[in-house]
C-alpha cells in the first residue's frame, strides 16, 4: 500500500491510499486508489447492468474511461489476479454481474473503480526515493471490507506520528483553517 506523503500537491494522489496490485521492475507499477469515492453507481455508468447500484471509486487518473473491479469472491477465480489474499483484482465481469443479481456477491465483497494509477518502470521507485509516498504492507483487514478506507489516509498518518500526525490533521484546504 503507498500512502501519498502530506506535502504532495498532486491534484490525483493528495491524501490518497493506493493498493499497488501488480509490479513489475521491468514493467512498472499498477493499483487503485481506494479511498476516494466517487458519487456514482455502477448502474449510472452501465445502465445495461441495473442491478450493481454499487458505488464506484476513482482507482486513478489512467484510463478513466474504464470500469475495474477488485474482490474476495473465490468463484471468479481462474479468471483473476490475486492482490494479497483475500483481494483478487478483476475476473469476468458477466459472471460477477450474474453473482449480483443472484444476491450471491455481497456489497461488502466487491469494489469498483474508474480508472487505475500506473507507473512505468523505475518510476515508483524514484518517487519512494523522493519521499513522495510512504508504503508498507498492512493487513488486509485493515483496508477491507471498505467501511473504514476514507480513514487509511489520515490513520496511517496519525501512526506515523511527528510532523504527519499535525499534517494529518490541518485541514486540506488551508482556507479551511
Given amino acids: 500500500m503507498l500512502y501519498a506523503d502530506p506535502r504532495m500537491e498532486d491534484a490525483y494522489f493528495k491524501r490518497t491510499a493506493v493498493l499497488i496490485c501488480s509490479y513489475s521492475k521491468n514493467e512498472g507499477a499498477l493499483g487503485f486508489i481506494i ?5 456514482l453507481r455502477v448502474n449510472e455508468v452501465l445502465p445495461s447492468e441495473p442491478h ?3 458505488t464506484i471509486g476513482f482507482g486513478g487518473p489512467v484510463a478513466d474511461d474504464q470500469l475495474f473491479f477488485l ?3 473465490e ?3 481462474p ?4 492482490v494479497q489474499a483475500p483481494v483478487y483484482w478483476g475476473g469476468d465481469f458477466d459472471v460477477l454481474s450474474g453473482l449480483i443479481k443472484e444476491g450471491r456477491a455481497p456489497e461488502s465483497s ?7 494509477s500506473g507507473w512505468s518502470a523505475g518510476q515508483l521507485e524514484e518517487e519512494l526515493v523522493s519521499g513522495a509516498w510512504l ?3 498492512p493487513e488486509p483487514s485493515s483496508f477491507w471490507p471498505k467501511k473504514s478506507r476514507e480513514r487509511l489516509w489520515k490513520d496511517k498518518m496519525n501512526a506515523q ?3 504527519y500526525a499535525v499534517w494529518a490533521n490541518f485541514p486540506e484546504f488551508s482556507s479551511q483553517n
Fill in 79 to 82: 479468471d483473476t489476479i490475486p
Fill in 135 to 137: 508504503s508498507d504492507y
Fill in 35 to 39: 479511498n476516494r469515492p466517487l458519487t
Fill in 161 to 163: 506520528g511527528g510532523n
Fill in 75 to 77: 468463484s471468479l477465480k
Fill in 71 to 73: 474482490h474476495t469472491l
Fill in 52 to 54: 450493481i447500484a454499487r
Fill in 110 to 116: 466487491v469494489s469498483f473503480f474508474v480508472g487505475y
